[in-house]
Each structure stands twice: as C-alpha cells, then as structure tokens.
C-alpha cells in the first residue's frame, strides 16, 4: 500500500512568488490534514478535509494559503504571495474514519520550503 | 487553557538504559493521547495512542505509554533503548477548537538520542 506523498520535497522561492504544494494521501482516506513545523518548533495545525469539504480551516494562517482537494482525492496548498516568515515544513497527514481525529494518522515526508 | 507539552528539548541515553520522553497536558474531559516519531528525512509515524482502559498503552518498537490522570501526563518509555531508537518524538492530543471541532494538537518535539 503506498503511503502518504508530497511533492515538491523542498522549495525554495523568493519573497513575493508563489508555491503550490501537493499532496496525496492514501487511498481511500477521507480525512486530509495539512501541518506546518517552523525552525523547531510545534507542529501547528493548518487545515482539515474531510473528502472535498474544508471541515476545519482555523489554522490558516492569512488569506495568502488556499487549499483545495479537488474530488476528494489529493489536495494542493498554495502559498501567493511567498513572505519570510512562511518558510518551514508542510506536513501532509491522512486518516480514515469520520469525526474527531482520534485515529492515527499517516504522515508525507513533508515538504521543505524556503522563502528568501 | 487546553495545551500539550513535552517539557524537554532533548534526551540522551546509552544504549540498553531503559528511556523515558515525557508529555503533560491540560485538556476538560477526558483526553485521547498518542505519540509519534519521526526519523530524519521522513514523515511522523504512529506508535501509539491511549483512548480508555488500561493505563499501560503498548506501542510499536517496543515503546509503551503510561497514562496518569493525577498527573496529567502520558510519558513515553521503553526498556532498553537502541541506538535506532534515535529520533524526533511528538505527543499529541486533540484538543477542541473554535466552533466544536477537534484540532490535532502536537508538542514541540522531544530529540532522543541513544549512545552507543
């Protein structure tokens, strides 16, 4: 079973342009999460999909991040325009199951991006 | 305030020393805990969770959790620790946001190191 993919694996871009981000979850999972890691710190919370449909999107951080997951299957974070402080990990995670997230979830390597 | 904590940035080890990576946490009610680890270059993965029961919970790779309610804390722990064992350790707890949903919250992340 193929598991959880991102690409690009890492991005670098300069201040002002933007970066799309795609990950595909396993099949057949409805939930998708996206997660930022900055410089060390906590992995915080971004967006949830539940198939098609943002369920939580309390975690984006301004309207310069839009998500989508288009048929309920991969999804794309797009990032425009690029600032300094966006830089750091995208985690992708997905799970099955409906409600709250008490099942495990299964990670993407991530994608690096840096903003300069 | 609803939070997780992991208290310590780093722990280091020799190997075949049992190990401990610990977690706190203040939710209402009652929480669900889990742990997970990320090895360089890769995606977090799953080790294991408490939901209800036994307050032992026994994970992947030998690794085993004991939650204390009197205490609030869900520390990680294992034997006798390897060398392998070497890696970037999260907990995490969903806790409920804005609106009635539940966030995926994770602590900064605990670096383990085990000597040989």
């Known amino acids: 079973e193929a598991g959880v993919t991102q690409f690009p694996s890492h991005s670098v871009i300069e201040k002002g342009q933007t970066v799309t981000l795609r990950c595909d979850p396993i099949s057949g999972h409805d939930n998708l999460y996206w997660y930022r890691r900055v410089m060390g710190k906590e992995i915080k919370f971004l967006l949830h999909?539940?198939?098609?449909?943002?369920?939580?999107e309390s975690g984006m951080p301004n309207n310069r991040f839009l998500a989508e997951r288009t048929g309920g299957t991969y999804s794309t974070l797009k990032v425009q325009p690029a600032e300094l402080e966006d830089s750091g990990v995208y985690f992708c995670?997905?799970?099955?199951?409906?409600?709250?997230?008490?099942?495990?979830?299964?990670f993407g390597p991530g994608t690096r991006l840096t903003v300069l | 305030a609803q939070s997780v904590a992991q208290p310590e940035d780093q722990v280091n080890v020799a190997e075949g020393n049992p190990l401990t990576v610990k977690c706190t946490y203040s939710v209402s009610g009652n929480p669900y805990l889990f742990w997970y680890v990320q090895y360089p270059n890769r995606g977090l993965q799953f080790l294991l969770k408490?939901?209800?029961?036994?307050?032992l919970v026994k994970g992947s790779y030998g690794f085993e959790a004991e939650f204390n309610k009197s205490q609030t804390s869900f520390h990680l722990k294992k034997p006798s620790a390897l060398v392998s064992d070497s890696a970037l350790y999260f907990c995490?707890?969903?806790?409920?946001?804005?609106?009635?949903?539940?966030?995926?919250?994770f602590g900064r992340g605990t670096s383990l190191i085990v000597h040989p």
């Open positions: 408490y939901i209800t029961g036994d307050n």
């Open positions: 995490a707890v969903p806790l409920e946001g804005i609106g009635g949903s539940y966030i995926p919250t």
């Open positions: 999909f539940v198939k098609e449909s943002k369920q939580d």
């Open positions: 995670a997905s799970s099955q199951g409906v409600g709250p997230p008490w099942n495990e979830q299964f």
